[in-house]
Nanobody
């Protein structure tokens, strides 16, 4: 069965950390790979992606400097390390694999918006 499964979400206090995992089964993770989030009443937001070559990892301004995306090919898993969490980071977090449409403009990489595979999401709640 082909699927992406996120885990690692939960309730954390402001300033705390969480590490989300996104494990692929039934297929090999294929870059571009992205992390997204959606808060209640808001549109889905792309927060990080790695380019097809793996050379470039992008972050949204809202998480830059606090979140880090990494990949373990041996485990067929990607991770999102989230530090200095804020209440506004509260959302359902999704990973996606096999993006299309990502491109470079000069040295800047623009993440894909379309992906072949999506996970079911994991809830992250930042609250005291």
């Amino acid at each position: 069965q082909v699927q992406l499964v996120e885990s690692g979400g939960g309730l954390v206090q402001p300033g705390g950390s969480l590490r989300l995992s996104c494990a692929a089964s039934g297929f090999t993770l294929r870059a571009p790979i992205g992390w997204f989030r959606q808060a209640p009443g808001k549109e889905r937001e792309g927060i990080s992606c790695v380019s097809r070559s793996g050379e470039t990892t992008n972050y949204a301004d809202s998480v830059k400097g606090r979140f880090t995306m990494t990949r373990d090919n041996a485990k067929n898993t990607v991770y999102l390390q989230m530090n200095s969490l804020k209440p506004e980071d509260t959302a359902v977090y999704y990973c996606a694999s096999g993006g299309t449409g990502g491109y470079y403009s000069g040295t800047r990489y623009y993440c894909p918006r379309s992906y072949d595979y999506w996970g079911q999401g994991t809830q992250v709640t930042v609250s005291s």
